[in-house]
């Protein structure tokens, strides 16, 4: 097992060389993330001059280019490393938003959007490789879950900031915006630079760089397997954006001051109680693929409620005590999957190549994110309680392929701590208990 400069946590979990730069770079980025994400369309629109319709445009050509970026920084991260390449993204970053104020033609515009979305559509696999890179066993979860929390938390940060901007200056508030983004980045960047990767495994230190490439991904059935079955559990992240509020609108007749005390919950007790329920988990020595596939049927608990919702449609009080209820329980499937899905993931991509691995794996959110709008309102057009039914089958799906593929990856990716570890750990603890009782008799 690694062992990590930087000491330990009153847990007694190794922790990461840096870890607190780390985390707190992650919080910066995401203050600035949640400056513009709520408002992209208003935001660019303003800061460019440029139409509403000129933005849209480029914006999805842009998005759509970024997701074919992907792979090329899959490919980055296993030949420079996760921290090198994670620095650079950062740094174009920060040089986006520094110009984009500057940036009022159309072919400026484009330019500048390109190069920005590049680096956002490739960040989470860098960011992903780099937890694997920087920590081993159970850090890996920690960090998942501190992450997820503090994303949550500096989005919601970012997006209350812009707003009192917004109140106090008016629309020209958004260029100053900007910038503060660049250097929200800039800082992000200068935080993360600190923290230290660990030192590879001796195997795979010694297995030099593959020839085989993606070639290496496409042949490993489990992992797309695993990554087929994150697919399934994608869509139901997609719902509570996309989904949930069409679904209070047009089915439930519900005010839209619904959607907004949902997502307030959600995001309150993702960025309040996260870490906590990650660590429970955690400490339960659960495996990651069945803590997983626990969250998977904790999102097919709450899709199922929304079905009975849907059917009985109660009063205004009633749907809006239910609909809490529910999002409480879809918030708990996402605090409970994300550390322990994405430590599944990153562990069972092989260090050589995490990289390619993990940009293979991220495709699944992507996908699912540009499939949800469709098929959700194409399925809201036949019924309302529909999308949420195949919702319910699909996390269900997802649940039953990560039980299965359990057996198929490896040990060092299902258990947060290695079994013998964890066998000489409770052996230990079972003599030292035994002790007292001999020496008494």
Known sequence: MAVFRSGTSKAGEAKVAGERSLLLGIGVSAIGIGMYIPFSLVFFHHVTGLSF???????????????????????AVDRFGAKRVNLVLYGIRALGFALYPLASSLPAFAAVALVTALADRSFSVV?????????????????????????????????LLVSGVLALWGTGGFTHTAWANSLAFALAGLLVSRVRPVPAEPDAAGAGRPAAGYRMVLRDRPFLGLTAANFLTALGYAALSVLFPLYLSTWLTAPD??????????????????????????????????SAALGALLFAAAFAGQIVLGTLRPGQGATLAALLVIVV???????VHSPSGGALSVSAAPEPVRGRYLATYQLSYSLATALAPSLFTALLAVDG?????????????????????????????????????????????????????SAAA
């Open 53 to 75: 319709t000129l933005v849209g445009l480029v914006m999805t050509v842009t998005g759509v280019a970024g997701l074919a970026f992907m792979p090329l920084a899959g490919s």
């Open 127 to 159: 960011q992903q490789s780099l937890i694997g890179e920087v920590a081993r066993g159970a850090a890996r979860d920690r960090l998942q879950a501190s992450t997820r929390a503090l994303q949550n938390a500096g989005m919601g940060a970012g997006a």
């Open 257 to 290: 001051s619904l959607t907004g005390a949902a997502f307030t919950l959600n995001t309150a007790l993702c960025a309040g109680v996260g870490v906590l329920v990650a660590g429970r988990v955690r400490r339960s020595g659960a495996r990651r693929t069945r």
């Open 329 to 335: 329980v879809y918030t708990l499937g996402e605090l």
């Open 385 to 437: 309680r529909l999308p949420w039914a195949v919702l319910t089958a699909a996390a269900l799906g997802a649940a039953l392929a990560l039980l299965r593929l359990e057996r198929h990856l490896p040990a060092e990716a299902v258990h947060a701590e290695p079994p013998a570890a964890v066998a000489g750990a409770a052996a230990t603890t079972a003599a030292s208990d035994r002790r007292p009782a």
